[in-house]
């Protein structure tokens, strides 16, 4: 019984690099979240798959784009990351609107050197 | 947009009473939460109040609610040291599609 997977755990990326954090989730959610987190800053949402094919923009999308490839899984890409982007990442899914609860992952921590 | 807002740091002795706030901008959202994050993991629910409710008790843990102050509290009695962790307030947004997080508290319990 997994709940929500991410990989990589950990990452140190180049400025100017890019990569892609991977979250996965088995217990058929309709909606997925990308949250980062920042010392003094809370959790911040990057960007939300409320269904499968849709995706929105949160509080913090600028340099991030995402794929609701399938139902299960949400993927969060960097095309060309910064300093700036050094945080650790979450994801996260929800069953439906009015879910009382959402579902988090273990994190991905990425340093942008 | 929606706006939540905790206070940063909390410090209390073991065995006392922490009572953690919140204050929240849209009170549209039906639930409200509270979200417990460890060293080095993710966040886990801990609590979360039915919007039409005042008050809800789940053992240790009392949580009230009063919306005409849009105000939210978490009391914890007889704290304990792996208590310890930082505390999220959430809502959802309006359109009930996100939760919006508060920028955390931190417990520290000191024996």
């Known amino acids: 019984n997994a709940g929500v997977t991410q990989t990589p755990k950990f990452q140190v990326l180049k400025t100017g690099q890019s990569m892609t954090l991977q979250c996965a989730q088995d217990?058929?959610?309709?909606?997925m979240y990308w949250y980062r987190q920042d010392p003094g800053m809370g959790l911040r949402l990057i960007y939300y798959s409320a269904s499968e094919g849709t995706t929105d923009k949160g509080e913090v999308p600028n340099g991030y784009n995402v794929s609701r490839l399938n139902k299960r899984e949400f993927s969060l890409r960097l095309e060309s990351a910064a300093p700036s982007q050094t945080s650790v990442y979450f994801c996260a899914s929800r069953g439906s609107r009015g879910s009382t609860e959402a579902f988090f992952g273990q994190g991905t921590r990425l340093t942008v050197v | 947009g929606e706006d939540v807002e905790q206070s940063l740091f909390l410090s209390v002795r073991e065995g006392d009473s922490s009572v953690i706030n919140c204050t929240y901008t849209?009170?549209?959202?039906?639930?409200l939460y509270w979200y417990k994050q460890e060293p080095g993991a993710g966040l886990q629910l801990l609590t979360y109040i039915f919007s039409n409710m005042d008050m809800k008790q789940d053992q240790r843990l009392t949580v009230l609610l009063n919306k005409k102050d849009k105000h939210l509290s978490l009391r914890i009695a007889d704290t304990q040291t792996g208590d310890s962790a930082i505390y999220f307030c959430a809502t959802a947004n309006q359109a009930g599609t996100a939760l919006i997080f508060g920028k955390g508290t931190t417990l520290s319990v000191s024996s």
């Open positions: 217990m058929n959610h309709n909606s």
């Open positions: 849209d009170s549209s959202s039906t639930y």
